[in-house]
């Protein structure tokens, strides 16, 4: 006991807690801080704590060890380093090339591994943490936490199955820097006051799509139906004739926001084509996406937009480019919101992490792109649109690598989902947009905790 408090109070003046006000990324204002990064500055701290977190564990049954990226990353190898068992990292980012494997180490099929996390607040990142690694085919059955911000975390995980060891509760930590005079009375009343009653997110915060600075009259158009219709589904329309890009806009319309086309594999184009799925569009409130992915120079790209059989820019509210051909050959696409390839979802895709940081440097530069497509969470002022989404399948044998909208939102905290054969390939179109759309806005409004 004497020895969990001194490694409080020694934390304590590292730092690790901070009394004050404080506004939470979800909008509440909280009498404390906490961060336990500074600890790494302490290697003894740092040990001491390891061996509180090891005996804690004595009697688990784990062969790994993994700190969840990134705070608990140096109290993993400390424990490592102490009890000898190895460690695994979970990649934060994947390299995008390869073999895209989210957790490197020697490890094999099966095994157990113990999960160790800083601060659990929802319990959100260590479900994705979780997620990863079990998709990696090891197996999570313990998961070792510093401070329980008890914010029902730990019931979240419990209710999975999950074996929870906590170190402190903050109600703990509070109760003993009190002790210490390390707090004095009004402070402790005021804080404890939080933890009984925590107040709710300001409910402004509460939707993601409204949050987001998204300046572009299209992108506010397309966040106007996601909260209307309540739906994050853009389905793709990859068919090859009129007649069937007509009935299927017909059957998904009421389910998405968006139509995303690939117009230029249609057998028998026509301007009547176009004429009657604005027309379809008008009517079921969903915005015409042309997925042409531009990239070349700006000339080529005006051209190409402008010009040709199909003259997109006479009806595509959205159209995606590459970015590959720098910030300058954006600024052809006017009137209409680009999104910006940064992150493809094929096996083997270039997109690697020096990729996308430049691609979405290039992307927010350019004030006519409102969003990009991508795998994951990349920015705070784009909209994000992940494809590569279906619910019965892991791939095709062309490279394409599937996701479900759960993973996709949860995990990636996407704000668009596009679903191409998932939808058209089925037996009822309207039905299977039903559930993607349900699946898919669920999940998103789930990934908001
Ligand atoms: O990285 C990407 C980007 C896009 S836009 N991966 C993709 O699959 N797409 C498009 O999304 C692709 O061109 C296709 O139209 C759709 C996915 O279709 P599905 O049948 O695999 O769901």
């Known amino acids: ?27 509440i204002e909280s009498p404390f801080y906490v961060d336990l990064r500074p600890l790494s500055s302490s290697p003894q701290l740092l040990k001491t704590l390891a061996n509180n977190l090891l005996e804690l564990v004595e009697k688990s049954p784990f062969e790994l060890i993994c700190g969840v990226p990134y705070a608990a990353l140096p109290m993993g ?12 990292i979970k990649r934060k980012e994947n390299k995008g090339y390869g073999t895209k494997r989210m957790v490197e180490g020697v490890y094999a099929d099966g095994q157990n591994c113990l999960l160790v996390e800083d601060v ?11 997620d990863e690694i079990e998709r990696e085919g090891l197996k999570v059955t313990d998961i070792v936490v510093v401070l329980d911000r008890e914010q029902g975390g730990i019931q979240k995980l419990k209710a999975k199955g999950y074996t929870v060891h906590t170190l402190f509760t903050i109600n703990e930590a509070v109760d003993i820097l009190h002790k210490y005079h390390r707090l004095n009375d009004a402070e402790l009343v005021r804080i404890k006051n939080f933890l009984n009653n925590p107040p709710a997110p300001p409910e402004i915060k509460r939707l ?16 106007e139906i996601a909260l209307k219709k309540q739906s994050n589904l853009i389905a793709s329309a990859d068919v090859i004739t009129s007649a069937e890009l007509l009935k299927l806009a017909e059957e998904v319309g009421p389910h998405i926001v968006a139509l995303k ?8 184009f026509s301007f009547e084509l176009i004429d009657a799925l604005k027309k379809i569009a008008r009517e079921k409130e969903f915005l015409l ?3 042409r992915k531009f990239g070349d120079i700006g000339n080529t790209q005006e051209l190409q937009f402008k010009e040709g059989i199909y003259k997109i820019a006479s009806w595509a509210d959205m159209i995606t480019s590459h970015v590959i051909a720098g910030e300058e050959s954006l ?9 910006a390839i940064v992150e493809m979802s094929s096996k083997g895709t270039l997109t690697d992490d020096f990729y996308i940081t430049k691609a979405l440097n290039v992307a927010e530069n350019a004030s006519n792109v409102m969003g ?29 690598q599937y996701n479900t909208p759960e993973r996709v939102c949860k995990n990636y905290h996407t704000d668009f989902i596009i679903v191409g054969r998932g939808i058209y390939q089925s037996a009822d179109a309207a039905e299977s947009a039903k559930e993607y759309q349900t699946k898919g806005w669920n999940a998103y409004l789930e990934s908001l905790g």
């Open 261 to 268: 086309l690939h117009m230029d594999i249609i057998q028998d």
């Open 208 to 223: 993601a799509l409204e949050q987001k600075k998204i300046k572009h009259p299209v992108g506010k158009r397309l966040i």
């Open 372 to 400: 990009a497509v991508a795998q994951r969470k990349i920015s705070d002022d784009l909209l994000l649109f992940t494809p590569g989404v279906n619910i019965s399948s892991a791939g095709d044998a062309k490279g394409q």
């Open 77 to 88: 190898t400390t424990m490592s380093l102490a009890s000898g068992i190895p460690l695994i």
């Open 120 to 130: 659990i607040t929802s319990g959100q990142s260590l479900l994705e943490t979780i």
């Open 289 to 291: 996406f042309e997925d």
């Open 1 to 27: 006991m004497q020895q969990r408090e001194d490694f409080l109070l020694k934390a304590y003046e590292l730092g690790i807690i901070k009394f004050g006000n404080f506004t939470l990324k979800s909008g």
């Open 331 to 339: 600024k052809v696409f006017e009137n209409v919101g680009v999104v």
